[in-house]
């Protein structure tokens, strides 16, 4: 079984700063990419970025350039760098981890959510 833990949401500025982590626990999983996506009030979850296992990265448009997806696999984490960040990217902001099973099966897990609220 695998668990996530994230933290680092909370209340900034318009033109502040953020840092997400999230943390997978548990045994008998490889992970392989990790990611985080987000949802706004009102709207469907959206894609924010992602990691591969040899740490290529992609980016939502939205995102690209200000946001910065990163991971150590030492902890099983991942992180996600908010700069910039403006009223729009207010949402709940959730850590997906994929990875194979001891009985080679893909297997996808979700985290509790943060929430990022951008106000002044």
């Not at 194979?100 to 943060?114: F, I, M, N, R, S």
Request: charged share 15%.
């Amino acid at each position: 079984q695998v668990q996530l833990v994230e933290s680092g949401g909370g209340l900034v500025q318009p033109g502040g700063s953020l840092r997400l982590s999230c943390a997978a626990s548990g045994s008998g999983f490889s992970i392989t990419a990790m990611g985080w996506y987000r949802q706004a009030p009102g709207k469907q979850r959206e894609s924010v970025a992602h990691i591969t296992n040899i740490g290529s990265t992609s980016y939502a448009d939205s995102v690209k350039g200000r946001f910065t997806i990163s991971r150590d696999n030492a902890k099983n984490t991942v992180y996600l760098q908010m700069n910039s960040l403006k009223p729009e990217d207010t949402a709940v902001y959730y850590c997906n981890v994929g990875g194979v099973t001891l009985a080679y099966k893909y297997l996808e897990v979700w985290g509790q959510g943060t929430l990022v609220t951008v106000s002044s």
